[in-house]
């Protein structure tokens, strides 16, 4: 399976909003409503910050969302704040029945 | 509250095996999928496998199909990687993590090392 394409970095000032961008195929993203989006603090175990495409974990902030378009799923980040730089990876089931990860998207806060 | 503790890593030579562990506690360890997920010095998160609740289904990456083995002791709350025929590239910290299903690695254990060198 080949991995997601995520942009490798992203950047924003505090207060700002950035959307990191996850492409697919049509045999993982474009057909299955289940695209999850994680935050990895390097050193730290990962966090899922978003699961089927949009739904936020109990204790994770409304200033992260996710959305879906065709075969490529949206994180979008509002109000930035220090804490947010971080690495983030998305992640889809897939029609062999695996799970497939983006590459990654290190997440810089000016 | 949730724990994941994954042990049994450590230096290995290539091509022998080693098998790692994860003890669950704070949930019901048999009614969860449950995944192995890794990532290599400097690289990325890659999915490695994942175990049905009962352990009835198992799929894993291409990169370890027919090396890696993953199984389940419900009686145990422990989930387990085989791994055999270790290779350099399988060098990475191995997290284990609770399933959302079979589709979703939702929560995640601290993770453990391996390193596969000669």
Known sequence: ?110 | QVQLVESGGGVVLPGRSLRLSCAASGFTFSSYAMHWVRQAPGKGLEWVAVISYDGSNKYYADSVKGRFTISRDNSKNTLYLQMNSLRPEDTAVYYCARGKGLMTAHLWGQGTLVTVSS
């Open chain 1, 1 to 110: 399976q080949s991995a997601l394409t995520q942009p490798a970095s992203v950047s924003g000032s505090p207060g700002q909003s950035i959307t990191i961008s996850c492409t697919g195929t049509s045999s993982d993203v474009g057909v299955y409503n289940y695209v999850s989006w994680y935050q990895h603090h390097p050193g730290k175990a990962p966090k899922l910050m978003i699961s089927d495409v949009s739904n936020r974990p109990s204790g994770v902030s409304n200033r992260f969302s996710g959305s879906k378009s065709g075969n490529t799923a949206s994180l979008t980040i509002s109000g930035l704040q220090a804490e947010d730089e971080a690495d983030y990876y998305c992640s889809s089931y897939t029609s062999s029945s695996t799970v497939v990860f983006g590459g990654g998207t290190k997440l810089t806060v000016l």
